[in-house]
């Protein structure tokens, strides 16, 4: 897909839809917020799950490391964004920390 396009995203959900899917994913989550926003809005019926890809998470692991952010913070807010997007669930390489931090 071009990544420059809106619509193009959610004709395929929809297509996805059509041909009988029973959930959809968008990824990579964090570059297409809004993407995911609009798809909550417009496909209520169905979960919508978010995939924060591996170099989402590469890119905040090397910027945690050389000290431009705080880590926890950082993933956190980035998971808190998804959600408030609109996704119903989150896949995320941080899965493990997050639910370190869940407990605590």
Same mark, same amino acid.
């Given at each position: &897909? +071009? *990544? #420059?396009?809106?619509?193009? $995203?959610?004709?395929? @959900?929809?297509? +996805?839809?059509? /041909?009988?899917? /029973?959930?959809? &994913?968008?990824?990579?989550?964090?570059?297409?917020? +809004?993407?995911?926003? %609009?798809? #909550?809005?417009? *496909?209520? $019926?169905?979960?919508?799950? =978010?995939?924060?890809?591996? $170099?989402?998470?590469? &890119?905040?692991?090397?910027?945690?490391?050389? $000290?431009?952010?705080?880590? /926890? #913070?950082? *993933?956190? /807010?980035?998971?808190?964004? @998804? %959600? %408030?997007?609109? =996704? +119903?669930?989150?896949?995320?390489?941080?899965?493990?920390?997050?639910?370190?931090?869940?407990?605590?």
């Amino acid at each position: &897909m +071009d *990544f #420059r396009t809106s619509g193009q $995203g959610l004709e395929e @959900i929809e297509a +996805d839809i059509a /041909e009988g899917a /029973e959930w959809v &994913m968008v990824k990579p989550a964090m570059a297409y917020l +809004d993407i995911i926003a %609009r798809a #909550r809005t417009r *496909f209520t $019926g169905i979960p919508l799950v =978010a995939y924060q890809v591996s $170099g989402e998470y590469s &890119m905040l692991k090397a910027a945690a490391k050389a $000290g431009y952010l705080n880590e /926890e #913070r950082i *993933f956190y /807010e980035s998971l808190i964004a @998804i %959600r %408030r997007a609109g =996704a +119903d669930y989150v896949i995320t390489y941080y899965a493990k920390e997050y639910a370190k931090l869940w407990k605590e």
